[in-house]
C-alpha cells in the first residue's frame, strides 16, 4: 500500500498515483505553459510568477516546479523574438519585462545581440545611438567636436593588404539581411595578405571615425575617417574597409553587425557619398536599355549565365537575387558589375559579346570620366584582346592600344593617391602589358621611357629590371 505522489491519498496495491491526479497535474503543465500566450506581443507583467504559481498550486504543482516549466517556455519565447530580422522596439521591451522576472534567462551572448540589434534599428530610424554602451574609465583619448562613441569592440586587431589592388565591391545589401556579402573572386586574395596582423587595440566605432586605440603603448591610435573610406565588406569576422586603393581589415565579433554598424553611420555622416547616387541610377537605366537592344537572344542568355556565375561566387546573395538588371539598379557602381561579366565570359568563344560590352562602356560619356572604374575596366579589355591575338586579325593592336588608353585614363588617379601619401600604388597592367610588348618588339628605348613613367606615378612593378634589361639589350645591339 502507499500513497499517490500528488494528492497523498491511499492508492492501493501495485499502483503509485491516481491516473485522475496525473492527469490534473498534466493539464496544470499545460496551463501555466499557456501563461506566455496570455500576453501575446505584450508586456509581461510583474505578477506573473505568481500567477504561475497559483495556478500550479490547483494542479498539486509545487512553486518551484511552476518556475521552471514558466522559465522553460519564456526561454523559447525570447528565441522566437530574437530569431527575427530586426529585434523590434516593442519586442526588445517584451525580452526586457521576461528578464525582470527571470534575470538569469539572458546570458551575455543574447545580451550582446539585443544591444547589437537595437543600435542598428535605431541607426535606421535615423537617431544615433549614444547610451547603448558604457565605458568603463571614461574615454581613453579626446574626440573631435560633436563626435560621439556608438561602439566598441574590445581587443580588435588591424591588418592591412597594400599589395594588390581592390576592387570596389558597390552592391548595397539590404541592412536586414543577415548574409555575409563578400566577392571572393575579388576578395579572397587579399586575406592571404591580411594575415599579417600588424596592430592589436581596441576598435572605437563614432559618428565619424573608427579608432584603432592601443591602450597599452601610451595610448597611440589610428584614425580612419568616414571621409576617406570608399566602401565596406563584411568578411568572416573581419570588416574590410577600402581606402584609395588599398584595404584595412579590423577584427570584428560580428561582421554582420559591424557591417551594418559602420555602413549607416557612414551613410549618416556623408550622405551624398555612401547612398546610391543618382549618377549611379542613370548609368544603371543606360545599361538596362543597352542589354535589352544590343544583345540578340542567344548573347542575353550568356550575359545572364555569367551574371548567374558571378552572384554564385559571392556568399550570401539568394538566387532570387540574381536578376542581373535589377542587381544593376541598386549597385552603387553599376557599370563596375556589368563589366564584370566578362570574368565569366569566355574570351575566346564569348569574343563578339566581350567587343559588345566594350562598346556600351566606351559611348558612355560619363563613364570615361569614371577613372576608378576604368582601372578595373581596361584589366578586363587588355586581356580578351591579348589572349585572342593569334585568332582574331587586330586584336594584338587593340591589346597594344587598351594599354595606352588604360595609361591615360588612370594617370589622374595615380596623381591623387600621390598626393595623399597613400604610399605606393598597386600594380597596373597597362604599363606591364605594354612594356612586354615592347620589349618583344626590340623597341628597347620605348620600355625605358614607358618603365620610368610607371615609376613616377607610383606604380608598383619590377620596373628597374625591366630598365636594366631593356639597356643590356641596347648595349648589345650596339
Ligand atoms: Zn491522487
Redesign the pocket.
Known amino acids: 500500500m502507499s500513497n499517490?505522489k500528488?494528492?497523498g491519498?491511499n492508492?492501493g496495491l501495485l499502483k503509485k498515483?491516481?491516473s485522475e491526479?496525473v492527469e490534473l497535474y498534466n493539464k496544470g503543465i499545460s496551463e501555466i505553459r499557456k501563461i506566455p500566450l496570455k500576453y501575446d506581443s505584450n508586456i509581461i507583467p510583474d505578477g506573473t510568477l505568481e500567477l504561475a504559481a497559483g495556478t500550479g498550486k490547483k494542479y498539486y504543482i509545487s512553486e518551484h516546479e511552476s518556475k521552471t516549466i514558466l522559465l522553460d517556455e519564456f526561454k523559447e519565447v525570447i528565441k522566437h523574438l530574437l530569431s527575427d530580422e530586426l529585434l523590434s522596439e516593442k519586442n526588445e521591451q517584451i525580452i526586457l519585462s521576461i528578464n525582470k522576472l527571470f534575470p538569469e534567462i539572458i546570458d551575455n551572448e543574447k545580451r550582446l545581440k539585443i544591444v547589437q540589434e537595437s543600435i542598428i534599428r535605431e541607426l535606421l530610424n535615423g537617431n544615433i545611438p549614444s547610451n547603448r554602451i558604457r565605458l568603463e574609465g571614461g574615454m581613453p583619448f579626446e574626440l573631435m567636436k560633436d563626435e560621439t562613441v556608438v561602439y566598441l569592440f574590445k581587443s580588435s586587431s588591424l591588418a592591412e593588404c597594400k599589395d594588390s589592388a581592390v576592387r570596389p565591391l558597390g552592391f548595397q545589401p539590404s541592412p536586414l539581411n543577415k548574409g555575409i556579402y563578400m566577392e571572393r573572386l575579388h576578395f579572397f586574395h587579399i586575406f592571404d595578405g591580411f594575415n599579417r596582423i600588424i596592430k592589436a587595440g581596441d576598435l572605437y566605432i563614432t559618428n565619424r571615425n573608427i579608432y584603432l586605440y592601443d591602450g597599452n603603448n601610451k595610448g597611440l591610435k589610428d584614425r580612419f575617417s568616414y571621409d576617406d573610406i570608399n566602401f565596406l565588406v563584411p568578411y568572416d569576422d573581419w570588416l574590410v574597409i577600402s581606402i584609395g586603393f588599398y584595404a584595412h581589415a579590423f577584427k570584428v565579433d560580428n561582421s554582420w553587425f559591424a557591417f551594418n554598424l559602420v555602413n549607416n553611420l557612414m551613410r549618416m555622416w556623408l550622405p551624398e557619398k555612401h547612398s546610391t547616387p543618382s549618377d549611379s541610377l542613370a548609368t544603371a537605366e543606360y545599361l538596362i536599355e543597352k542589354i535589352k537592344n544590343d544583345f540578340s537572344i542567344n548573347e542575353k542568355e550568356k550575359l545572364y549565365a555569367a551574371h548567374n556565375k558571378m552572384q554564385n561566387n559571392t556568399i550570401g546573395i539568394t538566387s532570387s537575387e540574381n536578376n542581373l538588371e535589377n542587381q544593376l539598379l541598386k549597385h552603387k557602381a553599376p557599370a563596375l558589375h556589368f563589366s564584370r561579366l566578362l570574368d565569366h565570359l569566355d574570351a575566346i568563344d564569348d569574343f563578339n559579346i566581350c567587343e559588345k560590352i566594350f562598346s556600351i562602356v566606351e559611348t558612355n560619356n560619363e563613364l570615361q570620366k569614371d577613372y576608378n572604374f576604368l582601372f578595373f575596366y581596361y584589366i578586363n579589355k587588355i586581356n580578351i584582346y591579348y589572349k585572342n591575338r593569334d585568332a582574331v586579325n587586330g586584336a594584338f593592336d587593340k591589346a597594344m592600344e587598351s594599354c595606352i588608353n588604360m595609361i591615360k585614363a588612370t594617370k589622374p588617379l595615380s596623381c591623387s593617391n600621390s598626393k595623399k601619401n597613400i604610399s605606393e600604388n598597386p600594380s597596373h597592367p597597362g604599363y606591364k602589358q605594354l612594356a612586354i610588348i615592347y620589349h618583344k618588339q626590340g623597341k628597347y628605348d620605348e620600355v625605358i621611357k614607358l618603365c620610368e613613367q610607371a615609376k613616377s606615378e607610383w606604380w608598383k612593378g619590377d620596373w628597374d629590371k625591366r630598365i636594366e634589361a631593356a639597356k643590356i639589350k641596347l648595349e648589345k645591339g650596339k
Open positions: 499517490c500528488y494528492c491519498k492508492v498515483t491516481h491526479c
